[in-house]
């Protein structure tokens, strides 16, 4: 009943006398024992196979066999080539090969294994063996038994499933996102390796609930968890954390640029619009982004950076994406005492109106001003309306201070001459309540203002809600006698449909499609026009927000916005101010500022490290752009050196002195600096915490973890070339 390889055989092949005793056989005649295991293979309960010394099978029972197939020769092959090891999902690929064991002569038992090649099916089995030996201990191959387990191994499987991915949307659930970022950052920090994770969450997902029903919303989570699939880079583990909230892992990625590109591409997809049963929603989501080892090397610390980071982005504005940085924490700290302070500001009255003049493209003649929020805190000084208003939206206070700031706006253009307008932004809070109908024209009485002279600006994101409603607040506002502006057209909703029922006055260009607009790369240029031609098309007017240099300004006139908005003519200016230029009659801004577009420089006032050759200097860093700075500190320091600086949290920057003069060095970086997805700049890649420890970082200094390196450095070996200055003077003033 044996099969063989090679020689035929008349006798079986034996097993010791020990074992055959045990067994219960030796009392058996040979063709009796042969019965006993035919008729035990026939049963499936189990099979039997056997190697010859170089682990050719030479053995398998016939029912075995038939699993590859009736054509395949299975007799005479190599074990190794007919079946696989697969490891465990959180196993890292540590299981080893099948090859592997038989080579080393290992005894396994139950091993599962995949059968190669059996007819395009998953065949699993449970494979048991040993080495077997002569009585001079010369190897003969192995013997031993195998087990059909492929019912009972899909029925593991199914239910591993369940209990590890979202039965809603298919994607890994909490419990094993959880153990995946965990085996993965174990496995990845012998090896020194970094890992991304991104978080985030749904923006107005709770309005889709509330407006279409909890059933859209799950088709809605559905069709976010597709969108994720198909944006993000192969190897990314997506994951439900439960809600409208959802975890990326992104092995091997610490390229900071690069991860910006994937989450801005990410918000992109996920605010396009959603067809569901019938009817249109439109959300958007936020992104925190952490990367191990810099952030964090265990598992709750690198989350719960991202979670600060994701924090962060709703903080700003919502649509936003975040790097985790050390000043998060007291970020964080800082919003909740906004938010309680805030609830007061408007009874201090320490809210103010300001007011930025839009003027003729061509003339330079003002044709209005848009009324722009300011908090004068009495101990904070003046509060970014980025910082506040996202905070205000959260706190649903938004409503009220719209009311507010509508009746303010109305009040004062009241005092100007009737030929100019004022323009005040509505929130999609605000505009999809009830009340903003009687609330603009509460305003409008009160002020005793043309309703002509009222425009309103709104976002795309107001037609995230339900249809019916929309249209039916344009047409009651409409009624009223306002215009009514598209602010930041092009930016995140934009729908033709929409922009051709609503009944608009006016498309804003967003300041994102002015910057770089004159650049030969650039294709904003393309978009103005498009834009404008739209916009003339269906009678609009339309305003190019933001120009700030001289080049900006010719060519979005040339391209034929009619008016223009930003700093080239004026920064926004209280009442008082506003009211001493009217007064003298003088309605016509000239327009001041560079004569071409540069990359933007931030004044930025604070301490970093600066390296040349082996020595560390202090140096004040004045203002930064994406591809240069300017640092206070240093003397003697000749134009062309290299230095390095030390941007602080392993971010180092290579640059060249362009400019010097006295104490003040002009640097311009080798590598351009890239967006931190808020209103600042960072580095693509930061120097390993490993390798900083190796260079003697204090661990305090590090991010919380084991990283059992020695540090053999013992500072400078020359005495510095450059001459440090004091620079605390300077420090005090910019503060």
């Known amino acids: 009943m044996f099969r063989t390889f090679g020689a035929q055989r008349t006798d079986p092949v034996r097993v010791p006398d020990a074992e055959a005793t045990a067994a219960g056989l030796t009392s058996l005649s040979d063709s009796e024992r042969l019965s006993i295991i035919d008729s035990f293979e026939q049963s499936g309960t189990v099979w039997l196979w056997a190697t010859d010394p170089h682990n050719r099978l030479i053995y398998l029972s016939p029912s075995a066999i038939a699993c590859f197939g009736e054509d395949r020769r299975v007799i005479g092959e190599q074990i190794g080539t007919l079946v696989e090891t697969r490891p465990d999902e959180d196993s890292e690929g540590q299981t080893r090969p099948f090859s592997f064991l038989i080579s080393a002569r290992t005894k396994f038992s139950d091993l599962r294994v995949r059968l190669i090649g059996a007819g395009g099916k998953d065949v699993w089995w449970a494979l048991s063996g040993k080495p077997a030996y002569d009585g001079e201990q010369n190897f003969l191959g192995y013997r031993g038994s195998v087990k059909d387990i492929t019912a009972s191994y899909e029925e593991q499987v199914t239910s591993s499933r369940l209990a590890e991915y979202d039965s809603l949307t298919g994607l890994s659930n909490r419990h094993r996102m959880s153990k995946r970022l965990a085996a993965t950052l174990n496995a990845y920090r012998v090896e020194q390796r970094s890992c991304a994770i991104m978080m985030l969450d749904l923006d107005r997902f709770k309005q889709v609930n509330d407006t279409l029903g909890h059933p859209a919303g799950d088709e809605l989570l559905r069709q976010v968890s597709q969108r994720l699939e198909r944006v993000v880079p192969e190897g990314t583990e997506i994951g439900r954390l439960g809600g409208d909230e959802f975890q990326l892992i992104l092995p091997d990625v610490d390229d900071r640029g690069k991860l910006g590109d994937i989450a801005l591409r990410t918000i992109q997809m996920i605010s396009q619009p959603y067809s569901i049963e019938g009817s249109r929603a439109i959300i958007g989501t936020s992104v925190g982004i952490a990367v191990a080892p810099y952030d964090g090397i265990e598992p709750d610390e690198l989350v719960k950076a991202a979670d600060l980071a994701l924090y962060a982005a709703k903080g700003g504005g919502r649509g936003q994406y975040r790097f985790y940085s050390n000043d998060l924490k007291d970020s964080a700290q800082d919003r909740r005492e906004i938010e309680e302070e805030l609830r007061d500001a408007l009874a201090r009255g320490d809210l103010e109106m300001h007011y930025q003049p839009c003027v003729d493209a061509k003339t330079y003649k003002v044709r209005g001003f848009e009324a722009l929020m300011r908090w004068n805190h009495p101990e904070r000084g003046y509060i970014s309306p980025a910082t506040f ?12 201070i719209g009311e507010w700031a509508m009746k ?10 009737d030929t100019i307008g004022v323009a005040v932004n509505v929130s999609a809070q605000q505009f999809s309540s009830d009340e903003l109908p009687r609330t603009v024209s509460n305003a409008l009485a009160a002020s005793g203002l043309d309703p002509a002279r009222l425009e ?5 994101s107001v037609f995230m809600g339900d249809t019916y409603a929309v249209e039916k607040m344009f047409g009651e506002l409409k009624k009223i006698g306002v215009r009514l502006a598209l602010d930041d057209f092009g930016t995140g909703y934009s729908s033709l449909g929409y922009l051709k029922k609503a009944p608009f006055d006016k498309i804003k260009i967003d300041q994102s499609f002015v910057r770089g607009c004159t650049e ?6 393309a978009i103005i026009t498009a834009i404008v031609s739209l916009a003339q098309a269906t009678g609009m007017d339309t305003t190019a927000e933001g120009v700030e240099a001289m080049d900006e300004l010719k060519l979005v006139a040339n391209l034929g916005a009619k008016l223009v908005q930003g700093f080239i003519f004026s920064r926004a200016v209280p009442q008082a101010t506003l009211m001493e230029k009217l007064q003298d009659g003088n309605f016509t801004y000239e327009p001041v500022g560079p004569s071409k577009h540069r990359s933007e420089r931030r004044s930025v006032f604070r301490r970093i490290g600066v390296i040349h050759e082996d020595h560390h200097y202090e140096a004040l860093l004045r203002n930064l752009s994406r591809t240069g700075a300017m640092i206070e500190g240093l003397l003697d320091v000749p134009v062309g050196t290299d230095l390095v600086l030390d941007l602080g949290q392993g971010q180092l920057v290579v640059g060249q002195v362009r400019r010097s003069q006295d104490a003040t060095q002009g640097l311009s970086f080798e590598t351009p ?18 390798a ?5 970082m204090p661990l305090a200094a590090l991010p919380a973890g084991n990283y059992s390196i020695q540090s053999d450095r013992h500072g400078p070996q020359r005495p510095p070339r450059f001459m440090q200055v004091d620079v605390t003077s300077s420090s005090q003033r910019a503060n």
């Open 456 to 460: 309103l600006e709104v976002t795309e």
């Open 673 to 690: 600096l890239v967006s931190d997805g808020a209103d600042g700049l960072c580095t693509r890649h930061r120097i390993s915490p490993y």
């Open 692 to 696: 900083l420890a190796a260079a003697g």
């Open 389 to 400: 208003i996202p905070i205000a939206e959260d706190s649903n206070l938004i409503v009220a």
């Open 520 to 525: 030969d790369s650039n294709s904003n240029a």
């Open 408 to 417: 303010q706006a109305c009040r004062d253009a009241a005092e100007w001459p």
